[in-house]
């Protein structure tokens, strides 16, 4: 299975591709979609639009996981990066990829075990887990790979309980 994992902004869009074989996960790219501060808003929504069109077929994931938004502080931020998770989703829709969100809490828990973990424990585990020689930089794009392997380890254990027809 191929998973895109995406820590949504305006300024910058962390991606993370990962294939998964059983256990094994194995990072194919990772990076990150930057826009400029002085353009117009609409102008960096369509370059983020883009850009994760172009990403999204040249990698054709099984499953595109997005952060969730949460904000505690500045509201304006919070609409302008929930404008940008939506050119996100739209490109995703567009290109019949199927849409998967998770919380930072369940990003953490699913990483590091433990929900209130710091950023810095989560950019280890990512670095440990995926055998990668440093921390991703940004920090936008530990978060990402972050999420693939949160929506990684949610989709084994959900086909797990599919073959035991727990789930429906």
Do not use: W
């Not at 919380?103 to 990512?126: C, D, F, H, I, N």
């Amino acid at each position: 299975m191929r998973v895109m994992g995406i820590d949504p902004g305006i300024a910058i869009v962390g991606f993370g591709v990962l294939d998964q074989r059983g256990n094994l996960l194995k990072p194919i790219e990772y990076g990150s979609i930057q826009t400029e501060a002085d353009l117009q808003t609409a102008t960096r929504l369509k370059q983020i639009y883009d850009a994760m069109t172009k990403l999204l077929a040249e990698h054709r994931p099984d499953v595109v996981a997005i952060e969730k938004l949460f904000f505690n502080r500045n509201v304006t931020t919070a609409f302008t990066v929930g404008q940008a998770r939506g050119v996100i989703m739209l490109a995703a829709e567009e290109a019949g990829i199927p849409i998967t969100e998770y919380t930072p809490l369940q990003v953490k828990m699913s990483v590091v075990g433990y929900g209130q973990a710091e950023k810095r424990q989560v950019q280890e585990m990512v670095k440990m887990l995926l055998r990668l020689p440093d921390i991703p930089k940004p920090d936008d794009v530990a978060d990402a790979l972050a999420i693939a392997i949160c929506e990684a380890h949610s989709s084994t254990v959900i086909h797990k309980l599919n073959k035991r027809g727990t789930m429906r």
